[in-house]
């Protein structure tokens, strides 16, 4: 039982390049979520995907896309990659119910030129 | 709207002495509490929740949260500190009324530091 993992753990992209981050989840959980954590800025939503086949914008959704591939699967994509997207991001899943708590992978550090 | 604080950036506590780390939060209905940790280059690894009942909620690696709702307060505790518990600490809320958001709201974290 690997929980949730994330692929890359490290990228280095210069501006303008695109790249999907990876997420994958193997507790049979209906949400997923991907979050980026910068210094004094605490955790901010991206997107989340509530259930399969769904998907919502968060809290700073502009330059990202996303896509629940299937139940298992919730990749990020950067399109055009900006110095302002360098953050380390987080992917979690959840059951949906309110009082589940969330299980977060252990991040993909981006860097971008 | 919900929303939480953490009004601490940094605790700072000796080895063995008792620490408490700060949350207070908002909500227009029922809070469920959730607090978590991150250890440096980790993500965050759930601790404990408070959903009903007991206001006193134990947790993983000793530590425990006191629900306050007259303080609409749920800080976290242990009684005796490790220099290993040095980590982040995150607490979050969701909303159980029915207009509540799915989305649970972070605090922005508090650096917890046990000095040996």
């Known amino acids: 039982n690997a929980g949730v993992t994330q692929t890359p753990k490290f990228q280095v992209l210069k501006t303008g390049q695109s790249m999907t981050l990876q997420c994958a989840q193997d507790m049979n959980h209906n949400s997923m979520y991907w979050y980026r954590q910068d210094p004094g800025m605490g955790l901010r939503l991206i997107y989340y995907?509530?259930?399969?086949?769904?998907?919502d914008k968060g809290e700073v959704p502009n330059g990202y896309n996303v896509s629940r591939l299937n139940k298992r699967e919730f990749s990020l994509r950067l399109e055009s990659a900006a110095p302002s997207q360098t953050s380390v991001y987080f992917c979690?899943?959840?059951?949906?119910?309110?009082?589940?708590?969330?299980?977060f992978g252990p991040g993909t550090r981006l860097t971008v030129l | 709207a919900q929303s939480v604080a953490q009004p601490e950036d940094q605790v700072n506590v000796a080895e063995g002495n008792p620490l408490t780390v700060k949350c207070t939060y908002s909500?227009?209905?029922?809070?469920?509490l959730f607090w978590y940790v991150q250890y440096p280059n980790r993500g965050l690894q759930f601790l404990l929740k408070?959903?009903?009942?007991?206001?006193l909620v134990k947790g993983s690696y000793g530590f425990e949260a006191e629900f306050n709702k007259s303080q609409t307060s749920f800080h976290l505790k242990k009684p005796s500190a490790l220099v290993s518990d040095s980590a982040l600490y995150f607490c979050?809320?969701?909303?159980?009324?029915?207009?509540?958001?799915?989305?649970?709201?972070f605090g922005r974290g508090t650096s917890l530091i046990v000095h040996p």
């Open positions: 909500v227009s209905g029922n809070p469920y």
């Open positions: 979050a809320v969701r909303d159980s009324s029915s207009g509540g958001s799915y989305i649970p709201t």
């Open positions: 408070y959903i009903t009942g007991d206001n």
């Open positions: 995907s509530a259930s399969e086949g769904t998907t």
């Open positions: 979690a899943s959840s059951y949906r119910d309110l009082h589940n708590e969330q299980f």
